[in-house]
Each structure stands twice: as structure tokens, then as C-alpha cells.
């Protein structure tokens, strides 16, 4: 599975090393410094249970690249529409996107842009912050991810 994590801020930073554990093709859609750090350091997570730190792909744009069958949206929500502008290209061929917002005022605005089809429902229980130096630390011991189609 191709997976598109955009961010690789804590939650998307988290979530996007363990589907590169699960043997996913995870690439990160991160702004210019971020990718010139992950390039240079690796992703670092620091988990309560199985750290981990490995190497990543991360870009600043997605033009041009090989189809995703994932994306994984874990901006935030002031984010929300630069943040579809960014995955479009993945959307248009052929991926659905798995929102990690908080809320859901966000779902409407998703299902707008790519159509509801295309936007399943998410859910992730986790407290993970971004340290100064780049790594993610896990602060609690809950980590739980529920997703699936919103309907039918």
C-alpha cells in the first residue's frame, strides 16, 4: 500500500512510522524544513512501547509523483484548505483520504472538495507532542486508531 502522510508533526509523525513498521510505502508531505530535518535525522518517535527511528521519504510536493492509495490528513484545522490544495494530486488518481482532525466540521469541507466516497472517517486516541529537536514523544500510554468508511 502507498500511503501520503501529510505532516510530520506528532500525530502524523506517529501514526506514518508505524505503517512504515507494517511494511506500507509511506511517503511524508511536509513543508522545505521539515524535509531537509528528516532527510538529515530520520524520523524519531520515542513511544512508550517500541520506539522507533527510521529513515523516511518526505517531500515538499507531491507533483508528478506515483499514485497513493492513502492519504493520511492530520494538519490542523486552520490548515484545512491549503491542506487539500497540497493533496489534490493524490486525490484525482485514485486515493482516499483519512482525516485526524479534531471534530468533524472538517468532513463537509473534505467531501466537497473530493467527494464523500473518498473521505472515510477517523478517530485516533493518542497524546504525542512535537519536540524542539525534531522527535516525537508519546506522553501517555493510550494509542488507539479506528477508521472505516462513514457509511454503508
Known amino acids: 500500500m502507498r500511503v501520503l502522510v501529510l505532516g510530520a508533526g506528532a500525530t502524523g509523525g506517529y501514526y506514518g512510522a508505524?505503517?512504515?513498521q507494517s511494511g506500507a510505502d509511506v511517503t511524508f508531505l511536509v513543508r522545505a524544513a521539515r524535509a531537509t530535518a528528516l532527510d538529515r535525522n530520520g524520523l524519531h518517535v520515542r513511544a512508550i512501547r517500541d520506539p522507533v527511528h527510521t529513515r523516511v521519504r518526505a517531500v515538499s510536493s507531491i507533483a508528478g509523483a506515483t499514485p497513493f492509495d492513502l492519504v493520511l490528513l492530520?494538519?490542523?484545522a486552520y490548515d484545512l484548505g491549503t491542506a487539500i490544495d497540497a493533496i489534490r494530486p493524490a486525490?484525482?488518481?485514485?486515493a482516499c483520504v483519512l482525516p485526524l482532525l479534531n471534530g468533524v466540521r472538517h468532513l463537509d469541507t473534505l467531501d466537497a472538495?473530493?467527494?464523500k466516497q473518498k473521505v472515510l472517517g477517523g478517530l485516533c486516541h493518542i497524546s504525542v507532542t512535537l519536540?524542539?529537536?525534531g522527535s516525537i514523544r508519546q506522553v501517555g500510554t493510550i494509542d488507539r486508531l479506528t477508521f472505516g468508511r462513514r457509511s454503508g
Not at 91 to 94: I, L, N, P, V
Open 18 to 20: 508505524r505503517m512504515i
Open 74 to 76: 492530520s494538519c490542523k
Open 113 to 115: 472538495a473530493f467527494g
Open 131 to 133: 519536540d524542539t529537536d
Open 91 to 94: 486525490m484525482e488518481t485514485g
